[in-house]
C-alpha cells in the first residue's frame, strides 16, 4: 500500500509556472508507475502524464506536450510535475497517482492509489 500527498498548487498568471511534488510513503515507491491526472469542474478526470518506474520514459497528453515535464526521484519517494506556459485551460486540481505494474496506462481506472488534490488556477 501507498499514500500520496501533492503539494505545489497554487493561483498563477498565464504564462507562469508551477512545480507540484507528490510525496509517497512506503518503501517501494520505485515499484510504482506514476501518473498525474487533472479534473476541471464539471468535467471528467483526466490524464495528464505518467512516467514509469525508473523514471527513463514520459508520457503526455497532447494539449501539455512541450509545456509539463515529469520527472522522479525514487531514492526521495517523490515525483514531479513541472509546469510552465500555464494557460487558464490548465485550471484544475491536479491528482497524482500510483499503479502497481511495469506498464504507464492513461485511464484513471488503472491506478491503485490516488492522493487527495492540488488545486491549480490559472488567471489571464
Known amino acids: 500500500q501507498v499514500q500520496l500527498v501533492e503539494s505545489g498548487g497554487g493561483l498563477v498568471q498565464a504564462g507562469g509556472s508551477l512545480r507540484l511534488s507528490c510525496a509517497a510513503s512506503g518503501r517501494t515507491f520505485s515499484s510504482y508507475v506514476m501518473g498525474w491526472f487533472r479534473q476541471a469542474p464539471g468535467k471528467e478526470r483526466e490524464f495528464v502524464g505518467g512516467?514509469?518506474?525508473?523514471?527513463?520514459?514520459?508520457y503526455y497528453t497532447d494539449s501539455v506536450k512541450g509545456r509539463f515535464t515529469i520527472s522522479r526521484e525514487n531514492a526521495k519517494n517523490t515525483v514531479f510535475l513541472q509546469m510552465n506556459s500555464l494557460k487558464p485551460d490548465d485550471t484544475a486540481v491536479y491528482y497524482c497517482a500510483a499503479r502497481d505494474g511495469p506498464i504507464v496506462f492513461r485511464e484513471v481506472r488503472q491506478y491503485d492509489y490516488w492522493g487527495q488534490g492540488t488545486q491549480v488556477t490559472v488567471s489571464l
Open positions: 512516467i514509469n518506474r525508473s523514471g527513463s520514459n514520459t
